[in-house]
């Protein structure tokens, strides 16, 4: 019998993503940093102090041995001819102060034989400033132990007894290796007990100056979703920055939020009847059943259908420049190229046919600080706005001022008058004899890039008819 195929094995769900791991908090890092710190400072400080307690004990425990040698020396006397030494009590009592060290003594006559105490060899460094006649220590071994040893010498000068007789006192080490540990270990329970102090000190004044940030995040939960209103800076001044820049960084957010909503709303407010027009006439070629009215029909749905993508393509094109003047960082431009990319797009003799466009341009560079394809938005609308709105001929061109720069497009009219000119570059804002072809968004463009670039629009008479100038700050052509 057929064994059952086996079941299908069930697929696997993906497990869950886990959450990236949480960088240590910024407490954390200054306590860490701060107990390196302290740790690097008592290692340091435990050499300081074991190199102080050896150099301590050494001076100490040196003396000791010196006043032994002074006091075996000075009971020293020549008796018949022949140094005789009554070993005093005092010697002893001093090198008795390291109890458990082991002592030896040596006492030698001018030619180096041993008078009394241990055969105790010097090394020949001592010998050779032994010849000096100044006490030398020096460092040997003493029944297996190491041990310091001074040798003193003594001159006598007598009629039965001339030479100089050497006093050699030795002690082994322990009791200045324990005085060596024991300043050492003081030294680092004092250290210890001060660094947990400063860790205590310093974790407090740490939550103390980190108060801010806390008080920061406090207020943005607190906020409503939609405020993008500057926080208030009134913070120490290593927290401002970070103030500062989050609202900067909010002010463009809420500026595109701005774009984002004024798009939405301009859509929807300002679709509505182009598109209600164009169903109308649609509706009316389609029910005329006469060939001449349907031809005007259809004529009108043409330019109706041509309005509503003017206004189309100006709505997008004021989103766009909104979002590159936040997005796209400001670069050197030369505006007379602005200019002549304008010129050479020849989207001008599609607009107006026939009309003559000149430049006005000269052979210097005109650098300021901008994005080239906003500039190149707000150029075209100037240049589009003098072609439906003005009269012939139209001259594009640039110029240089001491302090700032104009990008310019200048025609042969009278231009807008009274209210109107004050009202130009609103949004939407258009003169009846428009008569629809605008979407009155062309000048505002041209206001967006300019104040998004620290310029403005300037509106008014030129040398030979109304004119539009986009002023930007200048700077030097070496900034490209």
């Not at 003081?186 to 806390?214: E, N």
């Not at 300021?368 to 100037?382: P, Q, W």
Request: hydrophobic share 50%; no cysteine.
């Amino acid at each position: 019998m057929a064994k059952p195929p086996p079941p299908h094995p069930m697929p696997a769900h993906p497990a869950p993503p886990h959450p990236a791991p949480l960088a240590p908090s910024l407490v954390s890092r200054v306590v860490v940093a701060v107990m390196s710190l302290l740790l690097v400072g008592g290692i340091l400080v435990a050499l300081a102090a074991f190199t102080y307690g050896r150099i301590a004990a050494r001076q100490t425990y040196d003396r000791l041995l010196m006043g032994a040698a002074n006091d075996i020396a000075e009971s020293i006397d020549v008796v018949d001819g022949a140094p005789l030494a009554d070993l005093p009590v005092s010697a002893f009592a001093l090198l008795a102060l390291a109890p458990r060290d082991r002592i030896a003594y040596a006492l030698r006559g001018p030619d180096g034989t041993l008078l009394t105490g241990h055969d105790v060899a010097l090394p020949p460094q001592a010998l050779r400033r032994q010849a000096s006649g100044q006490a030398v220590f020096f460092d040997a071994m003493l029944n297996g132990e190491r041990a310091r040893f001074v040798t003193l010498p003594r001159r006598f000068a007598e009629r039965d007894y001339s030479g100089t007789v050497t006093v050699t006192v030795g002690q082994t080490i322990a009791a200045r290796n324990a005085m060596a540990l024991g300043l050492t270990r003081d030294a680092l329970i004092a250290a210890t007990l001060a660094g947990l102090v400063l860790m205590a000190i310093a974790y407090v004044v740490i939550r103390s100056a980190l108060h801010p940030l806390r008080e920061i995040a406090d207020g943005l939960l607190a906020r409503d979703p939609y405020d993008l209103t500057p926080m208030a800076t009134n913070v120490p001044s290593e927290v401002a920055v970070m103030i500062v820049a989050m609202n900067r960084f909010m002010t463009r957010l809420d500026r595109q939020f701005n774009a984002m909503r004024n798009l939405i709303s301009d859509t929807a407010h300002q679709l509505r009847t182009p598109v209600a027009a164009i169903r109308a006439q649609a509706e009316l070629a389609v029910q005329d059943g006469d060939e001449a009215q349907r031809k005007i029909a259809l004529e009108r749905l043409v330019a109706r259908t041509r309005s509503l993508g003017n206004l189309l393509d100006q709505m997008l094109s004021r989103a766009m420049v909104i979002h590159r003047t936040d997005s796209a960082p400001p670069e050197a431009i030369d505006l007379r190229m602005i200019a002549l990319e304008v010129i050479e797009s020849r989207d001008h003799e599609l607009l107006a046919p026939g009309v003559e466009v000149g430049l006005v341009i000269g052979p210097d560079e005109v650098i300021v600080m901008g994005d080239e394809i906003s500039l190149g938005e707000a150029a075209k609308n100037m240049l589009s706005n003098a072609l439906r709105h003005g009269q012939a001929p139209v001259r594009i061109g640039v110029t240089a001022r001491a302090d700032h720069a104009e990008l310019w497009v200048e025609d042969a009219g009278p231009g807008p008058q009274g209210d109107l000119l004050a009202r130009m570059g609103r949004r939407f804002e258009r003169s009846a004899a428009s008569r629809g072809r605008s979407a009155g968004l062309g000048l505002s463009i041209v206001r967006s890039v300019a104040e998004a670039f620290g310029g403005q629009m300037a509106l008014g008479r030129g040398e030979r008819g109304f004119r539009v100038s986009l002023i930007l700050p200048a700077v030097s052509g070496e900034a490209n």
